[in-house]
């Protein structure tokens, strides 16, 4: 069975990231991590939050053979992406909830041979701005969204087919939408 495919997922969740690199009317409050491990020198880490009235963003690039840290502009998060997007194959990471440098780490020690994945790894808690009544649970009840993944970019194909038939596989997600309590894609609720 091949690897399963979660380049839409990924896209989806690449264009609202690219969304809320600043101020949005379609969120009332909003907090968001973007972590992308390469498999070359550098790797980018962001984030960004507002409370409606005050929002705040950062950016980071982190050379990985001397620890130096650059500053980089926040709203780079959807280059970076992109160039992710790259990636032949893009599958989700499923395995034991762990952070992604963790993942990571687990996927060089466990490997036989170097597959050298790439990691790119999304957070994202928003509030809605418009008030839904249909549920009748509250008031004014909002429609929250909630986005927790570690996307897994396999350069080529023949890469792919040789993870599909490691021992690493049991560590990708099998099920489109996952139903993890971990690891999920736009889960929506009311609050």
Aim: charged share 25%.
């Amino acid at each position: 069975m091949p690897l399963p495919n979660y380049r839409d997922t990924f896209l989806q969740c690449l264009e609202t990231l690219k969304g809320l690199t600043g101020r949005s009317e379609d969120y009332a409050r909003f907090r968001w991590q973007a972590i992308y491990l390469t498999r070359g020198r550098f790797s980018y880490f962001f984030r960004g939050a507002s409370d409606g009235q005050t929002a705040r963003f950062s950016g980071q690039q982190i050379d990985l053979t001397n620890g130096e840290i650059t500053i980089i502009p926040v709203r780079s998060a959807g280059l970076y992406g992109a160039t992710f997007g790259l990636n032949e194959a893009i599958t989700a990471y499923g395995g034991p909830a762990k952070s992604v440098i963790d993942v990571a780490h687990a996927f060089n020690e466990a490997s036989e041979m170097s597959y050298q994945p790439e990691f790119f790894y999304v957070r994202m808690d928003l509030l809605h701005s418009a008030n839904d009544s249909r549920m009748g649970r509250a008031e004014n009840p909002r429609l929250r969204e909630n986005t927790n993944l570690i996307f897994v970019g396999l350069e080529d194909q023949i890469t792919a087919d040789l993870l599909e038939e490691s021992d690493i596989a049991r560590w990708v997600a099998q099920e489109k939408p996952m139903a993890s309590t971990d690891w999920y894609a736009e889960r929506f609720y009311y609050s």
